[in-house]
């Protein structure tokens, strides 16, 4: 199974501050249609998971675009840019390129 | 508007099973996969497989090819997932997740004795 490790496992950020967070994988997440198959959700406390990015950067409806997705192959990062409180959560990366789909350890984004 | 609506939560003694149902509305589940994700604090999210509900045709993630058994009712726009010989480990949110970003709002199983 493809390996998708996520750094930091935590970060503390004040509201309106700037956070990265990185996702690497074990293999290549370019599949055989040439698209790369990366993708970022948010689970709020007690919900369910909201898939913001697909596909490494595009914008699922709704989503602001204080949010941006880069990389490529098997590096790949999520910008927040000016956090706001909503925003807290775990962030989990996904990849459906391979088979079976795995997703990041998590990434728990909490106030400073 | 699509929606996925999970049944409520369930409490089961080890050695059983369970089944859990995501009713699909908005669409026809025959039209997209239907995948069944699982989710623990402690462990992140899991992907556990997915049914076509047009043929019936699954796939498994290895360590849940005999946990878990994936069924479909089209007549009822509905999903199912049984989990069998429940451990503490299977106490765990059970998300129903269509393609296109798309979740149901989980469902907690709690096994106990």
């Known amino acids: 199974d493809v390996v998708m490790t996520q750094t930091p496992p935590s970060l503390s950020v004040a509201i309106g501050q700037s956070v990265s967070i990185s996702c690497k994988s074990s293999?290549?997440?370019?599949?055989?249609?040439?698209?790369?198959?990366l993708h970022w959700l948010l689970q709020s406390s007690g919900r369910s998971p909201k898939r913001l990015i697909y596909?490494?950067?595009n914008l699922d409806s709704g989503v602001p675009d204080r949010f941006s997705g880069t990389g490529s192959q098997k590096d790949f990062t999520l910008k927040i840019s000016r956090v706001e409180a909503k925003d807290l959560g775990v962030y989990y990366c996904?990849?459906?390129?391979?088979?079976?789909?795995?997703f990041g350890g998590g990434t728990k984004l909490e106030l400073k | 508007e699509v929606q996925l609506q999970q049944s409520g939560p369930e409490l089961r003694r080890p050695g059983s099973s369970v089944k859990l149902s995501c009713k699909a509305s908005?669409?026809?589940?025959?039209?997209?996969?239907m995948h069944w994700v699982k989710h623990r604090p402690e462990h992140g999210l899991e992907w556990i497989g997915w049914?076509?509900?047009?043929?019936?045709?699954?796939k498994y993630a290895q360590k849940f090819q005999s946990k878990a058994t994936l069924t479909a009712d089209t007549s009822s726009n509905t999903a199912y997932m049984q989990l069998s010989s429940l451990t503490s480990e299977d106490t765990a949110t059970y998300f129903c997740?269509?393609?296109?970003?798309?979740w149901g709002q989980g469902v907690m199983v709690t096994v106990s004795s």
């Open positions: 996904a990849q459906t390129t391979h088979f079976p789909p795995t």
């Open positions: 596909q490494v950067s």
């Open positions: 908005g669409y026809s589940i025959t039209d997209y996969l």
């Open positions: 049914i076509d509900p047009e043929d019936g045709e699954t």
């Open positions: 997740a269509r393609p296109g970003g798309y």
């Open positions: 293999q290549s997440l370019v599949y055989s249609d040439g698209k790369t198959y």
